[in-house]
């Protein structure tokens, strides 16, 4: 049981480092890298594998072998437990098709994403711990936008307010 333990334990920590590296845009928590692309980390067995799996594995658990896990947000580098799910190679070739994911652009849209209130307090809240430029591409906002809303000069109110 220990042995386990420490296992899963180095697994948690890589999973925690891949986090503090990891931005949120639109609610994904998306991996740096090229998009399109998947994201492998070390394993509790020292073997490369996806994140996204890896990710399934420790929150929702074991996938079958005739299974493989997609992603209902369509992004490759995303490896939030809830966006993840199982599925067949076949149910993901249909989806990538009704989706035309190989004709739209979906990280510039992603790009252009408006912030939550709940997002702009937590950016108000990490600010004095962190460099803008690197806040700014946690949350997937430019730094002009970044700088305005650390400095209050937008988003002074809450939208509910
Ligand atoms: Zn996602």
Redesign the pocket.
């Known amino acids: 049981m220990e042995v386990l333990n420490r296992r899963y334990g180095d697994t948690r920590a890589r999973l925690r480092a891949a986090f503090e590296r990891s931005i949120i845009v ?5 991996y740096p890298g090229e998009d399109g692309k998947y994201t492998t980390i070390r394993n509790e067995h020292g073997k490369p594998e996806t994140l996204h799996r890896i990710s399934y594995r420790f929150n929702k658990g074991d996938i079958p072998k005739d299974k493989i896990v997609r ?5 490759t580098r ?3 437990p ?3 799910i199982l599925g067949t190679h076949l149910s993901n070739a249909q989806d990538k098709m009704e989706r035309g994911r190989d004709i739209v652009c979906i990280g510039e849209n992603h790009k252009l994403s408006k912030l939550t209130d709940d997002q702009v307090d937590e950016i108000r809240r990490l600010a004095p711990t962190m460099m803008r430029k690197d806040l700014a591409a946690k949350f997937g906002v430019s730094y002009d936008t970044m700088y305005t809303i650390v400095t209050y000069k937008t988003r002074r109110k809450r939208a509910n307010d």
């Open positions: 639109n609610d994904c928590l998306l992603h209902t947000c369509d992004h995303c490896w939030r809830s966006h993840l």
